[in-house]
């Protein structure tokens, strides 16, 4: 997996509660095999009109974020569908750090399986980020995920939380397949207990 | 641990094959269920990585999602859909692998085809990229939906990392009136709680109306857990859980059978046990349900009103109601009971299983499809579909004007042909009612499957308690 230590990069303001993941990736886009190529279709349904132009409202249609790294969100993003399908898409776009008040727990699994960093803050820091957002392309946010911090485009400094294991495995750029399986001894032995006690599975 | 535990408590110790301080853990999977959308990248990565499945006896895999619901015999038209499917079958090939594919009887939804094959048991830890995986804690079992990294992990090490959710409790006591069931429990609760009202948590159901409920019913129930963002929902086993398992073809036999029912048995909460949360609802006061909005907690009683969002304090929350009231082109103070649907779609992980089909065809017998309404009536199996035939029930639906279809997810998703046109209003025994989830612009009210056949014939919703 890719490392991920610092981000620094336009910041997208997307106020709307409860984005599910439907809305990240719409249905059609899921059958790809692939893990790659998935930028195109993400928010394909709010992005493009029906004759697959883009919809100059959309925040990422607009100049001042078609670059953007960070996206700033409303309550519950991520929920619904267990696609990871929804992280693929907004990496493939560019995007690798979304900012929130909450998240659903299966998408923000996800997302540290693909190097992109969820961050949940309280309402206030979120608020403010989502200020900072709307004033474009000149508000550059920075992440620093060693020191857990948010620098804004005025100085401002906010903390954020992380479990330390994720923290470790996307600093690193850690494979956890590959850290499990040299607990395969664990496994083993789990196995037999499990076998003795439960002879029917 | 010691003092009282919950029944998630239980299952979680029984499986934990390490449990760092900090609380990170490595837990065992005993029962993972694969299918063709989730899981082409994740064999993928085994592939890439020179890894194979640890243990494929504990893997079952289907087709399902994107899968035609008419006549397959002529293989499959749509070029993505078929690669997809092919992976499978040669993924499954490769590594060992038990695969149902498109011809066999016992292809089905994914969450369908689990519990009728004795899959899912009671006690275990159940996963699949699917974020529904829920169903499965009907049987006490800890069913949790996971991402296709997460399968590939469970693949190669039939283990998951993960830490320990919060236990949250909901109890429903009572006797549900008549023509009120386990879809309007689901979404009462859902309402209650809001759609982030279980994130971070493991929600156990418990309660006279529960224990009354079939195994069907309680799927039903902890299948929409993951629309109040619980991670896994779950009902302690039973009487009525054990009768389930007798003779199914992966389920213990025998004396085994007893020596699994023994265990089983250990399978509840104890008193005093804590829950972190609990809400109570009293099933005698739970009317029919629809869902107004495109959000499962935009729920209503059938004899209730759209709301209005300018008696909404809360900015973000009065921004989203208008949101999902302009896409659902509803006018504020509408009563339900007005209002005319286009589609309807009896079917799903949700109520794809055969008391569903027998809720709707009771609804159903001697009547016709309204001319507005198109229907469409998709069994969760082939087994489902092979039963409600004998049972007579295709015919119920097709003298209706109701269309018969093959197993699958089907318009749940919309990933197939069978889809709502943009505008167009469906009556649906499904999930989710997101935006464009059953197709582009299409607009989703979420129902039991008596209230969606009863809607078919009237063109409108009804209230199912005084119609006929
Ligand atoms: S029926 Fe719908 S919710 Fe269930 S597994 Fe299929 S797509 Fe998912």
Redesign the interface.
């Given at each position: 997996m890719e490392k991920f230590k610092t981000l620094s990069g336009v910041a997208a303001p997307l106020?709307?509660?409860?984005i599910?993941t439907?809305?990240i990736i719409?249905?059609?886009y899921?059958?790809?095999?692939?893990?790659t190529g998935l930028g195109k279709g993400l928010f394909s349904?709010l992005r493009y009109d029906?004759d697959g132009n883009d919809v100059p409202d959309f925040v990422l249609n607009q100049p001042a974020y078609k670059n953007a790294k960070i996206l700033v969100a409303?309550?519950?993003f991520g929920?619904?569908?267990?696609?990871?399908h929804a992280?693929w898409a907004l990496k493939d776009f560019g995007i690798r750090c979304i900012i929130s008040t909450?998240?659903?727990?299966?998408f923000y699994?996800?997302c540290f399986?693909?190097s992109v960093l969820p961050i949940q803050l309280p309402q206030e820091d979120v608020d403010k980020l989502m200020d900072d957002a709307n004033r474009g392309a000149n508000a550059i946010v920075s992440i620093d995920l060693e020191a857990q911090e948010i620098r804004g485009p005025d100085g401002g400094v906010i903390h954020f939380d992380i479990?330390?294991?994720r923290k470790h495995c996307l600093l690193n750029g850690l494979d956890?397949?590959g850290l499990?399986?040299e607990?395969a001894d664990?496994?083993d032995s789990?196995?037999k207990t499990?076998s003795a006690?439960?002879?029917?599975? | 641990m010691a003092g009282p535990r919950t029944l998630y408590d239980k299952i979680w110790s029984d499986h934990l094959v390490r449990e760092d301080e900090d609380g990170s853990a490595l837990i065992y999977i005993d029962r993972h269920l694969i299918h063709e959308v989730t899981s082409p990248q994740a064999f993928e990565g085994l592939r890439m990585a020179g890894r194979k499945v640890r243990c494929p006896e504990k893997t079952l895999a289907v087709v399902d999602h994107n899968i035609p619901t008419l006549d397959r015999s002529q293989g499959i038209s749509d070029p993505e859909s078929a690669l997809q499917i092919e992976t499978l079958a040669k993924n499954c090939a490769d590594f060992g692998v038990e695969y149902f594919d498109e011809s066999d009887e016992r292809q089905g939804v994914v969450h369908v085809i689990g519990p009728e094959q004795g899959f899912t048991l009671p006690g275990t830890t159940i996963v699949c990229g699917d974020s529904h995986t829920a169903t499965h804690g009907a049987f006490g079992a800890l069913a949790m939906g996971i991402g296709t990294s997460e399968v590939e992990h469970v693949l190669a090490t039939q283990t998951l990392i993960g830490r320990k959710e919060k236990n949250m409790r909901i109890v429903v006591d009572g006797e549900l009136p008549d023509g009120v069931g386990a879809k309007d429990i689901i979404l009462s609760i859902i309402g209650e709680i809001g759609t982030a009202g279980g994130t971070g948590k493991v929600i156990e159901y418990a309660g006279s109306a529960i224990r009354s409920l079939s195994m069907e019913g309680r799927m039903t129930v902890c299948n929409m857990s993951i629309e109040g963002g619980a991670r896994a929902g779950m009902i302690a086993p039973d009487e009525t859980t054990y009768e389930y398992f007798r003779g199914r073809p992966r389920a213990p036999q025998g004396a085994e059978f007893d020596s699994a029912v023994e265990y089983w048995k250990t399978l509840c909460t104890d008193d005093g046990a804590e829950f972190e949360s609990e809400i109570r609802l009293d099933a005698s006061k739970l009317p029919p349900i629809v869902t107004w909005g495109t959000s499962p907690e935009n729920v209503v009683s059938i004899l209730g009103q759209v709301p209005d969002p300018t008696k909404i304090a809360d900015e973000a929350r009065r921004r989203a109601m208008q949101r999902a009231l302009a896409y659902m082109d509803l006018a504020p103070g509408t009563n339900m009971v007005d209002v005319e649907i286009d589609r309807a779609f009896i079917g799903s992980c949700t109520n794809g299983r055969i008391e569903d089909m027998r809720a709707a065809a009771a609804i159903v017998a001697g009547k016709k499809v309204s001319d507005r309404v198109n229907a469409l009536v998709v069994p969760g199996s082939g087994l489902v579909k092979a039963q409600a035939e004998a049972e007579g029930l295709d015919k119920i639906f097709t003298t209706a004007g109701f269309e018969w279809r093959e197993p699958g997810c089907s318009m749940c998703l919309a990933m197939n042909d069978d889809k709502l046109k943009p505008g167009e209003r469906c009556a649906s025994t499904s999930n989710r009612n997101f935006e464009g989830r059953q197709g582009y612009r299409g607009r989703t009210h979420l129902v039991s499957p008596a209230m969606a056949a009863a809607a078919a014939i009237a063109g409108h919703f009804v209230d199912i308690r005084d119609w006929n």
């Open positions: 106020e709307i509660m409860n599910d439907d809305m719409p249905k059609q899921l059958k790809t095999i692939a893990r349904e029906d409303g309550d519950n929920c619904g569908s267990s696609r990871e992280p909450s998240f659903a727990d299966i699994n996800n399986k693909n479990d330390p294991f956890d397949i499990t399986l607990e664990s496994i789990f196995e499990a006690e439960r002879p029917w599975l | -």
